[in-house]
């Protein structure tokens, strides 16, 4: 499999509020482990109040079905006291994996 195509999850709390959005990533985790078409699904702390998420995928369509399934979905759900900003979610395309 050939995984060349990515989305970039990054979330910003407010001051206090990122465990938050720490708590997040643990559903996150087992609804993309449920999901069919995602390579790989990493959570990660940037800081006390900088998140994100890293998704890979092997064709446009895995990726597709991914931005419009279960996870972004219960994103939307998340309430937005914790958020200092919306979430920047950009879709990518990987220039070398190993």
């Known amino acids: 499999m050939t995984v ?4 970039l999850a990054l979330l ?3 001051p206090g509020k990122g465990e938050h ?11 993309a482990a449920a999901g069919q078409g ?25 990726r597709t079905a991914h931005t419009n399934g279960q996870i972004p979905a219960a994103l939307a ?6 958020l200092a900003r919306e979430p920047d979610i950009p879709p990518v395309s990987l220039l070398a994996v190993k």
């Open 21 to 31: 959005l720490a708590a997040f990533r643990t559903p996150g985790r087992d609804l």
């Open 38 to 62: 995602t390579a790989t699904w990493n959570a990660f702390k940037i800081s006390d109040t900088s998140y994100g998420t890293f998704a890979t995928f092997a064709t446009g369509h895995a």
């Open 12 to 14: 910003e709390a407010r």
């Open 4 to 7: 060349t195509l990515g989305i």
């Open 77 to 82: 759900q998340v309430p937005a006291d914790p």
